[in-house]
């Protein structure tokens, strides 16, 4: 597509539940991120996947988050037994090539864990 | 952690005026790039300037990078009501993660 597509656009779950949320990259973009944005703080980086490269999942708070990349395009981040503090809104950005190229952001998913 | 670090962390101006925020960061970097943020939801990339570069322009914005202080001023002249959004500095380190600053929320007075 024309952009970086997510879904779902908002998820409101109950705590201890299970949710996945998708990002679809811009078709041919190798570089692919996944942040998390609190409300009224900065972006937290989550997991970096660079082509068929080992992902950098420095920025996983607990195991309790896993990301995968399938095919080196869509990515699937998955929070596990849900707690309150996982609130927030996750961002997917997808680049073609991290130093000449700005990325380029989907509308995120707001999930709210109640 | 944040590499970059946004200054002021709020700016409220009247329309037609200059807008200035800064971003200092810890580690060389590859590139430093400005994001804007409207509503709280997707970022949209404003501007990219090299580690080899000192000053960049498009259209209202300037951008300024000072690598011996490590720091980056964004310029938004000649303001607009559109323009009230969280404006973010990412800085793209050798390793390529992206690290983003808390950033600036900009409001513009009618």
């Known amino acids: 597509g024309a952009g970086v597509s997510q879904s779902p656009s908002n998820k409101v779950t109950e705590k201890g539940k299970d949710v996945e949320l998708r990002c679809d990259p811009i078709s041919g973009h190798t570089a692919l991120y996944w942040y998390r944005q609190s409300l009224g703080q900065g972006l937290e980086f989550l997991i970096y996947?660079?082509?068929?490269?080992?992902?950098?999942k420095s920025g996983l708070p607990s195991d309790r988050f896993s990301a995968e990349r399938t095919g080196g395009s869509v990515s699937t981040l998955t929070i596990q037994r849900t707690q309150q503090e996982d609130s927030a809104v996750y961002l997917c950005?997808?680049?073609?090539?991290?130093?000449?190229?700005?990325?380029?952001f989907g509308s995120g998913t707001r999930l709210t864990v109640v | 952690s944040q590499q970059g670090e946004e200054d002021p962390q709020a700016l409220s101006i009247q329309e037609g005026e200059n807008a200035t925020m800064n971003c200092s960061y810890k580690t060389s970097i590859n590139n430093l790039q400005w994001y804007r943020q409207n509503s709280g939801r997707g970022l949209v990339h404003l501007i990219l300037i090299r580690s080899n570069e000192r000053e960049k322009h498009s259209g209202r914005l300037r951008v300024t990078l000072d690598t011996s202080k490590k720091s980056s001023s964004l310029l938004i002249t000649a303001s607009r009501a559109a323009d009230t959004a969280s404006y973010f500095c990412a800085t793209v380190p050798n390793d390529y993660k992206l690290s983003f600053g808390a950033g600036t929320t900009v409001t513009v007075r009618a």
């Open positions: 950005a997808s680049s073609l090539k991290t130093d000449f190229y700005g990325y380029t």
């Open positions: 996947f660079q082509g068929n490269s080992a992902p950098d």
